[in-house]
């Protein structure tokens, strides 16, 4: 078990891989999907969690069934909400998922159609590989009922990240696309071939010449490792 002081000194990175995973075993679970709690949990530990104990990872999980049950959504079957928890714990989760919604900049696919229960609306899921993470964004409706709504994809997530400005050069992107959009290329900062993630944290909005750049240049690993200094949100994981 995990000690008070343990849980008070939670980074707010921290938290927040918390509260990605934890919306993406939801949208598992409410899209009628199998996961393991168990890998789930040992996958947090191998990366952003890696200071954390698995059961202090579970208790986490249950605090944030907690909050998702204040706030009038469905949690995870399997995370019973924890009692006796600490107001600031709250209080810093339910900034987390507000700041979800802000960090949403596209918007919203599905309909606002007021609902007590969790709607999921996702455009299509070619396979578990693009489960994103962290892109389910609650909302406000008019009826003050929230709910959690829109799943966009990974590459649409870290295109409005970019705000329009290559992640690795840091200049704007050379054109438009045919959508009047600036044009980048997104890149698996650890290429999916050697088993990196199709997550937002592994993936980056690259410029033409930034990309061919991490695949074909003489210092393409250095220029890859500039990355994740550069990209708030990346995260090197040793097995991702
Ligand atoms: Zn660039
Ligand atoms: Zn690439």
Same mark, same amino acid.
């Given at each position: 078990?995990?000690?008070?002081?343990?849980?008070?000194?939670?980074?707010?990175?921290?938290?927040?891989?918390?509260?990605?995973?934890?919306?993406?075993?939801?949208?598992?679970?409410?899209?009628?999907?199998?996961?393991?709690?168990?890998?789930?949990?040992?996958?947090?530990?191998?990366?952003?969690?890696?200071?954390?104990?698995?059961?202090?990872?579970?208790?986490?999980?249950?605090?944030?069934?907690?909050?998702?049950?204040?706030?009038?959504?469905?949690?995870?079957?399997?995370?019973?909400?924890?009692?006796?928890?600490?107001?600031?714990?709250?209080?810093?989760?339910?900034?987390?998922?507000?700041?979800?919604?802000?960090?949403?900049?596209?918007?919203?696919?599905?309909?606002?159609?007021?609902?007590?229960?969790?709607?999921?609306?996702?455009?299509?899921?070619?396979?578990?590989?693009?489960?994103?993470?962290?892109?389910?964004?609650?909302?406000?409706?008019?009826?003050?009922?929230?709910?959690?709504?829109?799943?966009?994809?990974?590459?649409?997530? &870290?295109?409005?990240?970019?705000?329009?400005?290559?992640?690795?050069?840091?200049?704007?992107?050379?054109?438009?696309?045919?959508?009047?959009?600036?044009?980048?290329?997104?890149?698996?900062?650890?290429?999916? &071939?050697?088993?990196?993630?199709?997550?937002?944290?592994?993936?980056?909005?690259?410029?033409?010449?930034?990309?061919?750049?991490?695949?074909?240049?003489?210092?393409?690993?250095?220029?890859?490792?500039?990355?994740?200094?550069?990209?708030?949100?990346?995260?090197?994981?040793?097995?991702?």
């Amino acid at each position: 078990m995990d000690t008070a002081k343990e849980r008070s000194g939670w980074s707010d990175d921290e938290l927040e891989a918390s509260v990605d995973a934890y919306l993406k075993m939801l949208r598992l679970e409410q899209s009628g999907q199998t996961f393991k709690k168990k890998l789930e949990n040992q996958l947090l530990r191998e990366g952003p969690l890696i200071k954390r104990s698995a059961s202090s990872v579970e208790y986490r999980m249950q605090n944030i069934s907690t909050v998702m049950e204040q706030l009038g959504f469905k949690r995870i079957t399997g995370y019973v909400s924890a009692k006796n928890l600490g107001t600031g714990v709250i209080k810093r989760i339910k900034e987390i998922l507000a700041r979800k919604d802000t960090d949403a900049l596209h918007k919203n696919i599905g309909q606002a159609t007021p609902s007590l229960s969790l709607q999921l609306v996702d455009a299509h899921q070619p396979h578990m590989r693009d489960a994103p993470l962290g892109i389910l964004s609650p909302k406000r409706t008019s009826s003050t009922v929230m709910r959690l709504s829109r799943a966009i994809s990974v590459k649409k997530w &870290v295109l409005a990240r970019s705000q329009g400005i290559c992640e690795g050069c840091g200049q704007p992107a050379p054109f438009l696309n045919e959508k009047n959009e600036p044009f980048f290329e997104v890149h698996h900062v650890k290429h999916l &071939v050697d088993g990196g993630a199709d997550s937002t944290w592994n993936t980056v909005a690259l410029c033409p010449n930034c990309h061919r750049r991490c695949h074909n240049s003489i210092d393409k690993h250095d220029f890859t490792k500039s990355l994740y200094s550069k990209v708030k949100g990346l995260i090197e994981k040793p097995n991702n």
